[in-house]
């Protein structure tokens, strides 16, 4: 290859008027045409689309290509497009380079059309000599385990786990609590059928209990996750239920001799249960257990009565938690969510006055199957209410008071709920509190219209507070009518506080251990909210139901059909083809120091350091995050389609003219690049000195990278990535820091600012951020003198000089090897 005459074709997208609006692309095209190895430069309208595509194929063909730049939107959106159509011209994908020069430029510079053009070259010229450099690449070929995990039990993990078993697929799911059913198990009906929640929802749990691909280990959790998409590895911890619910019969005898009462969850504590209980009794797996952290003890066993009660011996009151390991190929994560909880901020007096409930609570009071069986009655004299008001959003779209989003189902329920008070109490009052009502989907509007036909008054405006009649108990709620401007008064039997819905207090965990993001919501975060909604950016794992936002019934099972389909697609496959991007190791070079094995977040890197036999690459496990690279001192790692030449490449031609104008920045594919592309999608405009230079992780950023900026010229330079905590490649971004820490006190010790060296963690959904940190960047830029930019080129220089004649590999070794 090496030999090869470079033959490259730029082809420079106008997208329509969304990057020709603001580049002049006929420039950006002619520039490209004078750049070294460039055979061909084209301009497309669209080359993405089918016109553009076959055009790009009959250039390769014609003039015999070699490399392809495509100049046009982000490669997060289209690389993969592009890769297939340059293999379908007979071309190797990875011999393509894709650059933005839509969300990184036209769209972020939309009224200064001659810097957009200036920066769109430069972002042409970036990508060219990267181009040039460019190796064909193969894509590893890794087999699948055709089994899968679902992660909770709710009515999404249900419906995911029954469509991928009826495919043929082993399913685990997991569910931490004793029985599967999740929130809508708690409903009295649901909206807008008005139908039994218990009773549709029921039938499939039990399809669940006895489906002969389905494994469930309910009360239990996933602890640890290791591998990748394909061929996951999951340790389970089943929880001792104390019961063996494979023998129990559901006698209840042991509950009946339980000598310990507790408040019952199901029915919202307005009931009890025993510490040996069953979850409710639809419970699947239909078997008791034992609540061990209340039992009167089991070191030495305090009481044991339920044991002698229990005719079929199932009871084992010392039994232990147990680990299972299980292997699949893609993981399902439908862990829900968790509704808000008035108390924290005792909302309405929540905690004060007895007759302010929640909407959860309301379920459970009017529900056949609730404590009161279904007969509606007030908490504190047990009396029907006739009057009774509804509050909307709480905990929803405020800044100050929960959380800023819509929580998408409250309307609908309290609609639906007016409607079951009426069905039970024609004559009762009902006034809902709103701010608006959002009845969008399918058959809402008809059972809002139901609803105020029935009777249901609709108040626009939030009460300020609720007093109390601390005689009858009655609530007395002030509140201004937005429609008629009037200050209005209402005496009131019972407030129902229409709660909102919030990401689960576990997630942080789950996402831990998964290695997952979150939007500012809270919820989980997609690989595209659009394009690939039920993807979570790592392989392999999709979401279903409200871990990924606040969603009703129906949207919960459509996005489980989904999250199965995509799922059932990998573990169809026998095999899949896996990333070319890994490392290589150069033996003659390495000189077995272990560095890399200690760095790799994934245990790819394999040393046997007194042997010093080089370090050996587990390819099927490397992620491609580049840290080792990064990290090796000897220069013996090569990251492959991120070659350190690649990279220095793209620095020199960046910086080539007027580098005392330019901001080096280096973006990490999942984290600061994408929040760079929302920045764009959102128009959000900043100055256009900033150029971009994407790597897959920050962990992959060589200190050498940005001494070469400086030496070069660059006043600033930008290191950035996801969060901490975040980073795609488990923990690689913590090398990145360590290594940003060592580079400020280099510099300093150079006698350069420190400061001229940022380091930033961006999230994808930080675009507002993005666009801010590059105005800063900018601000600073014009602070670095001319002085300083000459003197820093100047000691970087000399000092590379030197290391290159006596490499200093003893002192950076220590220090990576310190950790
Ligand atoms: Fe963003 Fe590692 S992937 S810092």
Redesign the pocket.
Known sequence: MAEEELRIGVFVCDCGLNIAGSVDTEEVRLSAEKLPDVTVSVRNRYTCADPGQAEIKRYIKEYNLNRVVVASCTPRLHESTFRKCVEDAGLNPYLLEMTSIREHCSWVHLYDRESATKKAKDIVKIAVARARLLQPQHEMEIPVTDAALVIGGGVAGIQAALDLADAGHQVYLVEEKPSIGGIMAELDKTFPTMDCSICVLGPKMMDVGRHPRINLMDYSTVESVSGYVGNFKVRIRRKARYVDETVCNVCGKCAEVCPVVLPDEFQQGFSSRKAAYIAFPQAVPSAFLIDMEHCLGNKPVACAKCMDACEKKCIDLHAQDRITEVEVGAIIVATGMDVYDPAQLDEYGYTLFENVITSMEFERLICGGGPTEGHLVRPSDHKTPKRIGFIQCVGSRTENRGNPYCSNVCCMNTVKDSLLIKEHDPEAEIVVFYMDIRAFGKGFEDLLRRSRDAGVRYIRGLPGEIREDPVTKNLLVKVENTTTSRIEQYDLDMVVLSVGMEPKASLKKLMSVLNLSQTSDGFLMEAHPKLRPVDAPTPGIFYAGCVEAPKDIKDSVTQAGAAAARSSILLNSAVLKGEAIKAIVDLEKCNSCGVCARVCPYGAMKVDIKAKSGAQVVAAACAG?GTCAAECRFDAITMQHFSDAQVLAQIEAALENDPEQKIITFL?????YAAGDLAGVSRMQFPPNNRFIRT????RVDESFILRAFEKGAPVVLLS??HLG????IS??HW?MRRADKLWNKLEKLGIRPERLQLE?ISAAEGARFAQIMRELEEMRQKVTVDEMAYGRKVIAEQRRKAEKEPEVEDELTDAAKV
């Open positions: 995050c990490c594919n999942w984290c600061s897959m992780c920050s962990g990535g996801c975040d980073c795609h490649y690689a971004n990145t963690w």
